[in-house]
């Protein structure tokens, strides 16, 4: 690959990565919202080093035939960086989360504890990990702490799972990137399940499981009420 493809190429991949990151936003597909400046920084430094290159080579080829040598199907490789200007991946679904179920434990719970939830007045609207872990929490320990407070869950549709009577409803949780994504999945009961990958505004209360069973780290919920929703600007936890 010649001098200037190299270079074309740093060019081509520090603009990608500026569309995505201040263009589309769509790079929330692939890490955490926090990696944003990092990203941005990463792809000037690229933008700078590529056209120093290439104005480099420009000034110097007339000086040296080397530029001109080298194999002209090393341009391919430029192809999959156009190709993130048209066809952007999307973020991960349905597909990713009925592959992952070898979680054995619920996300842990916060230093200092679960807050207290009222009993009274609208949904409380919480992330999935909560709901798991405090689904869990009640159902090794005092279960009458969760039942019957109603909550909201946001998360894309999932197919239900080997005898979950339900549909899933999931959001994926990510510490770096999209390679970690691990699956947080709630069964719903009593509401007709939309198509997979369409997010959702699920109401409802946790159905605790049936009496002599063990504990559970896929979590139930007895659903109220539901609401098709477009998908979230970021759509990890």
Not at 51 to 75: I, N
Not at 140 to 154: D, H, S, Y
Not at 207 to 233: F, K, M, W, Y
Request: net charge positive; glycine share 12%; with cysteine.
């Amino acid at each position: 690959m010649s001098k200037a493809a190299q270079n074309l190429l740093l060019v081509l991949v520090g603009a990608a990565i500026l569309w995505t990151t201040l263009g589309s936003g769509e790079y929330v597909n692939y890490v955490r919202p926090g990696f944003r400046y990092p990203l941005v920084a990463a792809a000037v430094a690229l933008l700078v080093l590529g056209t120093a290159g290439l104005r480099r080579e420009w000034r110097d080829a007339g000086d040296d035939d080397e530029h001109s040598h080298g194999p002209r199907v090393a341009w391919l490789l430029c192809l999959p960086v156009l190709a993130i200007f048209v066809i952007a991946p999307p973020a991960l679904g349905s597909f990713t989360a009925s592959r992952d179920t070898g979680r054995t434990a619920p996300p842990p719970a916060p230093a200092e504890g679960f807050a207290p939830l009222p009993r009274t007045g609208a949904p409380v609207s919480m992330s999935m990990g909560e709901f798991i872990g405090r689904a869990y929490e009640a159902q090794t320990g005092a279960p009458a702490a969760f039942e019957g407070v109603p909550v909201r869950l946001t998360g894309f549709v999932t197919p239900a799972g080997k005898g979950d009577r339900g549909w899933r409803v999931t959001r994926l949780k990510v510490a770096c990137c999209a390679g970690d994504a691990v699956p947080f999945p709630v069964i719903v009961r009593g509401l007709p399940r939309p198509p997979a990958d369409s997010w959702v505004q699920v109401v409802g209360v946790w159905e605790p499981p049936a009496t002599g069973r063990g504990a559970t780290v896929v979590q139930a919920l007895r659903g109220r009420s539901l609401q098709r929703i477009g998908r979230p600007g970021n759509p990890y936890e």
